[in-house]
C-alpha cells in the first residue's frame, strides 16, 4: 500500500442554492439568496395573529408544534425545526394584543363618562362657605370678559370695512390703459410724437368734407386721489376741436312765407340738449356729439353749395345758417342749422309765448339718410382705370366701338339730383300730402250726409303716397258703392282714378280738390237714388252727370236721375247741385189734378191716363236720417199696394 501512489480526493459541499434551470450545456442557473428585506417579510407571514394570548400558549402549544412541524418539510434540510418559545415575533404579538386591550378599555371609559345612560355623576355636596365668590367680583369678570369680546368684534369689523373700501376704490380707479383699449375699440386712433389723436371725420365712410375732425386724447389728472373719487370719475378725457363742441341738428319746416327776409337766420332755434345716458362714458357722449355737430356741417355746407350752383326759376336764397327755397306760391321751406355750444344760457325769460314745434323730423332723418348714401356712392363708384392712363368713372366710357357710350349718355349718366332738390321734392310731397288729409278730414267734418271715409295705405314712397277715398251713406253702404276714388298723390300733383279707369289729374291747390270731392259727393246722392230705385222695383227713365238746364254751378255740373213706379203712375225727379243742392218733385196722374184746365183739343179719355205737372217736395220737412233714407220712405209712399 505503500508503494501505491496517493490518489486526491476532491470534496465539494452541498449546494446552498436551490438550481432553478439547467440548459442544454449543461450549465445551471440557480435561484439568487432572498435579501433581508424579503427575509423579515417572510418570517412575517408565519405568524398567526388568530392563535389566543399567552395564558392560551399551553393549551395551544401542541397543536401549534404540529403547526410548525407542517411547514418545516418545506424549508430546506440544513435548517433546524423553530420552536415556538423561541419564535422572535411572539413578544411583538404580545405587545399588540396588550395595547388593543387597553385601546378598548379606553373606549369603554369614555362611552360611560358622555352617554349618561350608563352612569350618572352626581357632585359631592361641599362647604358653601368656602367656594362662595363675592358678587362684585363676578361681575367684574363678567364685564372684562364682554369688554375683551366687544374689542375683538370691532377689529373685526373695522378690517371688513377697510376691505370694502379698498375694493370699492379700486373699482371706480379704473386704469388709463383699459381706457384707451375701450376708445380705441370704437373710435380710429393714431399716435403722433408723444400725442394720441382720433379722428371723428366720414372720410373713411366716402366724405369729401374738408374738415379734418381730429380730436386728442390726454389723461385726467384734475382729481386728487387722496379723497373720495366720484362715481363719474374716468381717467380718461379727450379734446375736441372748439368748433365742434355743443350739441347740433339741421331743423327743416315749412312756413308761410315771410314778408321780410331781412331778419332771417336771428332766430333762437336751439333745442335743450338730450340727457347723457346712465352709465356711458363721458368721453364717449363728447366724440358722438362733436362728430353729430360734424355731419350737420357738411349737410348744410352741401345744401348751400348745391343752393348757389342750381339755377331754378325762384332761386333759392342762403342767409347765415338758413337756407330759404319755395316750393309752392305762398310757402317756403326753411332748412336751418342749429348749433348751441352752451356757454351762453339766456338768464331772462322770454315774454313771448312758446311756438309750437313745426320742425319735420322725418326730413331731417332723410337728410342723413341721404348724406350717408352719397358717402357710400362716392365710396364704391371710383373704379380703378384700366389701362392707368384712362380716365375714372364707368367701364363703358372706356371702350371703343359700338358699344361704347355716345354724348347723351355719359350727359344722363353726368346729370344727378342733388341733396337740395332731393328735399325740396319730399318737402313737396309732405306738405301736399298733409293738406289732402286736412281737406278729407275738414269735409267729413263738415258735411254729414253723405259720409267721406278715408284709408291711407301704409306702403308710401318718399314721393309717392295714396289714399282710397269712398263716399257712401249711413245704413246703405251696400247698395251705394258708385263713388270709390284712388288719390295718387305725388310730388306737384295728385292723380285721381275712378271706379271704372277714368284718370284725372288735379294740381296742388287745395281749392280744386276741395271742388272735385263736393262734386262727387254731389253725384253720389243721385247714383243712389239710381241703386235704390233698382232695388225698389222703380224703373229709371233718365240719368245724366251733367245736366245743361237749369241755373250753372260755380262748382262743377249739376246731375239728375228721373224714376217712375212699377205701374207708371206716378215718377220722381231728382236734381242735385254741389252748389244749388239738392230739389226733388214728384209728378202725379192726371186723374188726380183736379186744377188741369180743360182743353178743347184734348177730347179723347184715354189721354187722361197721361201724368199730370210736377210738383216739388218740400224735402227739410221729410222726415229720415239721410237723404237715401227719405227718398225711400217717398218710394214706398207712391208705390201701389199688391
Known sequence: MSGVPAVRVSIESSCEKQVQEVALDGTETYVPPLSMSQNLAKLAQRIDFSQGSD??????????????????PEEDEGTVKFQPSLWPWDSVRNNLRSALTEMCVLYDVLSVVKEKKYMALDPVSQDPTAGKTPQVFQLISKKKSLATAAQLLLKGAEKLNKSVAENLENRRQRDFNSELLRLRSQWKLRKVGDKILGDLSYRSAGSLFPHHGTFEVIKNTDIDLDKKIPEDYCPLDVQIPSDLEGSAYIKVSIQKQAPDIGDLGTVNLFRRQPKTKAGSQS??????????????????????????????????????NQIISQPFPGLQL???????TGEKKNHRASPEKPKPDDHL????HNLHQMMREFHKQQLSSVVMPHPASAPFGHKRLRLAGPMAYDKAEISSLQQSEGLLEKIIKQAKHIFLRSRTARTIDSLASRIEDPQIQAHWSNINDVYESSVKVLITSQGYEQICKSIQLQLNIGVEQIRVVHRDGRVITLSHQEQELQDFLLSQMSQHQVHAVQQLAKVMGWHVLSFSNHVGL??????????????????????????????????????????????????????????????????????????????????????????PCP
Open 283 to 320: 368721453w364717449h357722449v363728447k366724440l358722438e356729439a362733436a362728430q353729430n355737430v360734424l355731419l350737420c356741417k357738411e349737410i348744410f355746407a352741401q345744401l348751400s353749395r348745391e343752393a348757389v350752383q342750381i339755377k331754378s326759376q325762384i332761386p333759392h336764397i342762403v342767409v347765415k
Open 550 to 639: 237749369g241755373p250753372v254751378e260755380s262748382i262743377g255740373n249739376a246731375s239728375a236721375v228721373t224714376v217712375a213706379s212699377p205701374n207708371g203712375e206716378y215718377a220722381i225727379s231728382v236734381r242735385n247741385g254741389p252748389e244749388s243742392g239738392c230739389k226733388v218733385l214728384v209728378q202725379f196722374p192726371r186723374s188726380q189734378t183736379k186744377e188741369l184746365p180743360k182743353s178743347d183739343a184734348i177730347q179723347d179719355a184715354k189721354w187722361s191716363h197721361l201724368r199730370g205737372p210736377y210738383k216739388e217736395v218740400h224735402w227739410s220737412k221729410m222726415e229720415g236720417r239721410n237723404f237715401v233714407y227719405k227718398m225711400e220712405l217717398l218710394m214706398a209712399a207712391l208705390t
Open 361 to 364: 323730423y322725418v326730413l331731417e
Open 334 to 340: 326753411s332748412i336751418s342749422l342749429c348749433h348751441s
Open 55 to 72: 395564558s392560551e400558549e399551553d393549551g395551544e402549544g401542541e397543536p401549534r408544534d404540529r403547526e410548525w412541524g407542517k411547514q418545516e
